[in-house]
């Protein structure tokens, strides 16, 4: 009897033993995320695994964990909004969990984020060879931006004019250069065509924005080559947690008309982080402004849904798919007597655009990780039906059919010793086409233009400790230019510390000929049709584009400070412009053709200067001085009598802006920012002045003010409430024409009058 007592007792105590033993379980990653100080954990933090992009975010009480990670080294990444973000190393084994800890420090200046527009591959801010600047949805909040259009100002060396009283016409100009030399892109995919060009920024809202990739200059050549005067690169909200957001406000145009906006984003994510899917929809409706009482709108009539997503599905460890889609369906009119058909006007402008847009990618890696081949596919479809004419002229209805298909395929490989250092290859193939359909029935105008690109691209980035050499170069085979384009890069980064950092850039792009654009439908207004043809043996436009730049970040007493200084020099050779060569026998058609002309000349300095103490005060600030001139005086009017110009028009020498933040009390924050225009001169054209005369414009300072206070109402609802006011002295054109015989390009200086707006928003 004692034997069996004894055996029964040891079996127990053998038992016990086995039950307290930890069980080790590998291939899993843990970790805690606290704020420093207070020591409180960090919820809805970002944790990424840098080498495979895989990433998750800390429940609510700051607890991440990956699962089925293989074995090897890797680098976690920790970022949360207003915290310096953190990096570690790990090695994962099958043997055991690893259990690591981020003690997380507040930041109110945001230098390190992640980003892909300096050389097409996710990499820190702060090492990245090109200078890479980044708006967020904070920026977006604190200027009250409910679209693209009215938030690109707010960045040194940009600049974005309304061009049109009648069609309300947006577009960017970088560093001084007009839209079509800039490069815009979707998700890294340039699917952006010359007809998506003319509205596109205005019809992108905000809300489906994640952040804007800003590189000044052709720097990123490496996405195409007529990113002569930059590149905007527009990542759309990738899902990372489950959230939601649901927001309305009513906006009043200086005392005379409402515009109203609501948008709603939803996030839902599944708990191994093996798929999730972003939602958003915005809804935004204006009614005509008449600044002058003319009758004829300064703004026109606007009326646009947009809806879409972005997905992602890991079919494995080491592969990702990613789908994204959005479609927009938009009205705009500008003109005068609203309530009659186009035909029945002294003067109207209407599109109804039918927008649709989406891509594919497939990323798988080898090798633990260290090379990873992309293939990816992108369209973008527009079907947009118009009227532009003036004189109750029936024959100015059109149709526009525009497709634009993206393919392609990328490798990256990371090698430990390429020649003298560690280094980073990327090189790829892309196809990229075009095919635009315009007919106007009754000017007899009957346009089909096909554009077809192929291109391959290769560069090599070599990582040293304090230098970083970036060299690479893009081949173009177009098909409206005889040979291949061989645009080259070269890129140098010098990083002596982590606040310190030196750039300097050379590259080359150019600018492919084209039979259709913005001045067709602006020559259609005048009531006569007009023909563009490319004049024989025409050349690309070609550019040469130096910067070099000093990024400094540093404290003063409990402040944290930031300052950018950037000097550019592009030079153009080969400008394309028009010239009349008569009528065309069979229509009556005005002829326009393109020729090229002489050379241009944009060189200047980019300044940006953040500083901030905590939530309490948050400054920052941007300042551009420039000259964009031409090698020779150009003919603007066909008016004998007026002077050929040298200056660019619309241009100013010097413009900037500046943004404050605050957060006084824990649940009352307010923003208060501007715009600064300097003095340009500007075109106008006889019809109610009788003559063509260049004018001198003056300056512009337009003031906003938007206050926001947040309910908590309880663990997972916040409701804010807010309002403010746009332009606040109404810094608007007072020398506007009038009228029928108004020339409607005639339209500098700020995009929106003096606007009251209050708004609310749900969010968790």
Not at 179 to 198: D, E
Request: a neutral charge; hydrophobic letters at 35%; charged letters at 20%.
């Amino acid at each position: 009897m004692i034997k069996h007592i004894l055996f029964i007792m040891g079996l127990l105590c053998s038992l016990v033993s086995l039950a307290t033993e930890p069980v080790k379980e590998g291939n899993i990653i843990a970790g805690h995320v606290i704020e420093k100080g207070t020591e409180n954990s960090l919820p809805y933090a970002t944790v990424l695994i840098v080498e495979t992009g895989e990433g998750t975010v800390t429940d609510a009480e700051g607890y991440f964990r990956f699962k089925n990670i293989p074995a090897g080294n890797y680098t976690l990444k920790v970022q949360s909004i207003g915290y310096n973000t953190q990096t570690k190393k790990v090695t994962v084994s099958k043997d055991f969990t690893v259990d690591i800890h981020f003690v997380m420090e507040e930041e109110t200046i945001m230098t390190d984020e992640v980003v892909v527009s300096a050389n097409r591959n996710e990499t820190s801010r702060k090492v990245a060879p090109v200078v890479v600047n980044v708006m967020s949805n904070k920026l977006f909040e604190a200027v009250n931006s409910n679209n693209l259009a009215k938030s690109l100002s707010y960045q040194s060396g940009l600049r974005v004019e309304n061009n049109c009283q009648n069609c309300g016409f947006p577009q960017v100009r970088i560093n001084g250069l007009e839209g079509p030399y800039s490069q815009i892109l979707i998700n890294s995919r340039p699917v952006m065509s010359a007809l998506s060009g003319v509205y596109g920024l205005e019809q992108i809202p905000t809300n489906m924005i994640e952040r804007v990739e800003v590189v000044r200059g052709g720097g990123s050549a490496l996405f195409g080559a007529n990113a002569v005067g930059g590149t905007i690169n527009i990542i759309t909200k990738d899902p990372v947690s489950n959230s939601f957001q649901v927001a309305s406000t009513m906006s009043n145009l200086n005392g005379k008309v409402w515009e109203q906006y609501m948008g709603a984003n939803a996030s839902l994510v599944s708990s191994d982080n093996s798929y999730g899917i972003a939602l958003y929809q915005s809804y935004r409706n204006r009614n005509p402004y008449d600044a002058d009482g003319d009758g004829f709108s300064e703004l026109g009539k606007l009326n646009m849904n947009t809806f879409g997503l972005r997905s992602y599905y890991r079919p494995t460890q080491f592969s990702r798919i990613s789908l994204e889609y959005h479609t927009t369906n938009e009205f705009r009119r500008g003109g005068n007597k609203f309530d009659l058909q186009p035909h029945e006007t002294d003067i109207t402008e209407q599109t109804k655009h039918i927008i649709n847009s989406g891509g594919l990618t497939y990323d798988v890696f080898f090798n633990e990780y260290r090379h990873k081949l992309s293939v990816y596919g992108s369209v973008q479809h527009i079907d947009r039906n118009s009227y532009y004419g003036a004189g109750k002229n029936p024959n100015a209805y059109g149709k526009t059919k525009d497709l634009t298909a993206v393919g392609g395929a990328m490798y990256v490989g990371n090698m430990e010793d390429c020649l003298f250092s560690p280094a980073t290859f990327t090189g790829g193939l892309e196809y990229n086409y075009n095919s635009l359909h315009d007919v106007m029935t009754g000017y007899n105008r009957d346009l089909r233009q096909n554009v077809r690109i192929i291109s391959g691209f290769a560069q090599n980035e070599w990582k040293m400790n304090y230098f970083t050499l970036l060299a690479g170069f893009r081949l173009d085979k177009h098909n409206l230019i005889d040979n291949v384009i061989f645009s080259p890069r070269v890129n140098l980064l010098w990083k002596p510390s982590d606040k310190l950092q030196g750039r300097l850039t050379w590259s080359t792009g150019f600018r492919a000929p084209q039979a259709y654009d913005e001045d067709l439908h602006v020559a259609a207004v005048g009531g006569e049709a007009m023909i563009i043809r490319l004049a024989d043996g025409l050349k690309p436009e070609r550019s040469n584009s130096f910067s070099g730049s000093v990024d400094w970040s540093f404290n003063i007493g409990h402040f944290q400070s930031d300052l950018l200084v950037e000097g550019f020099y592009t030079s153009l050779n080969d400008v394309f412009y028009l010239t009349g060569i008569g009528k065309d026998a069979d229509t009556g058609a005005e002829i326009q053709e393109r020729r090229n002309g002489y050379g241009a000349r944009v060189y200047g300095a980019n300044i940006d200067y953040k500083i901030a103490h905590g939530r309490e005060a948050q400054l920052q600030l941007g300042f551009t001085l420039q000259q964009s001139r031409y090698t020779e005086a150009v003919n603007w009017s066909e008016d004998s009598d007026v002077a050929p110009i040298k200056r660019m028009p619309r241009t100013p020498d010097y413009y900037g802006y500046f943004t404050f933040t605050s957060a006084p009390l824990k649940n009352f924050d307010f923003s208060f920012s501007g715009i600064y225009t300097g003095p340009m001169v500007v075109p106008h054209f006889a019809g109610y002045i009788e003559k063509d005369r260049l004018e001198h414009t003056p300056n512009f300072m337009e003031l906003n003010l938007k206050l926001n206070y947040t309910f908590v109402l309880n663990d997972h609802l916040k409701l804010q409430v807010n309002g403010g006011v746009q332009n606040m002295f109404n810094a608007f054109q007072k020398d506007l024409d009038k009228g029928a015989l108004r020339d409607s390009k005639y339209f500098y200086g700020p995009t929106q009058p003096r606007t009251y707006f209050i708004g609310i928003k749900f969010f968790n």
